[in-house]
């Protein structure tokens, strides 16, 4: 008897379920009319993939120019000063560690502000 209860219960849960997935589906599909779905066009998506990573590099070389720059004028000022006067090579280390903590000061300011 309890095995017949518990198949007839199975049973009735199933066909809730079915129809309660029956629903959903119908409200989804409803969703979809309602709202349909649109995909852009792959080609704009390629173009804008594109010149996205055309202006990463334009912009890496840059900063990289800057860099290699810099570096240079720093190794020419800095071996310019050793053979020429040593002592000035202590009052640029001394005038950079002074400025230092106040550009690291601005930085923080301008981040702060945004």
């Given at each position: 008897m309890k095995e017949?209860?518990?198949k007839n219960s199975n049973s009735?849960?199933?066909?809730?379920?079915?129809l309660t997935v029956k629903q959903l589906i119908d409200d989804l599909e409803k969703l979809d009319q309602w709202n349909p779905v649109s995909t852009p066009n792959l080609q704009w998506f390629q173009q804008n993939v594109e010149l996205e990573k055309k202006r990463i590099r334009k912009k890496q070389w840059k900063d990289l120019l800057t860099f290699m720059s810099v570096a240079v004028f720093v190794l020419s000022v800095g071996i310019a000063v050793v053979y020429r006067?040593?002592?000035l090579i202590?009052?640029?280390?001394?005038?950079g560690i002074i400025l230092l903590p106040?550009?690291?000061?601005?930085?923080r300011k301008k981040v702060s502000n945004e």
């Open positions: 017949y209860d518990s009735m849960l199933d066909d809730e379920d079915e006067q040593p002592i202590l009052y640029f280390q001394l005038v106040l550009a690291l000061n601005k930085t």
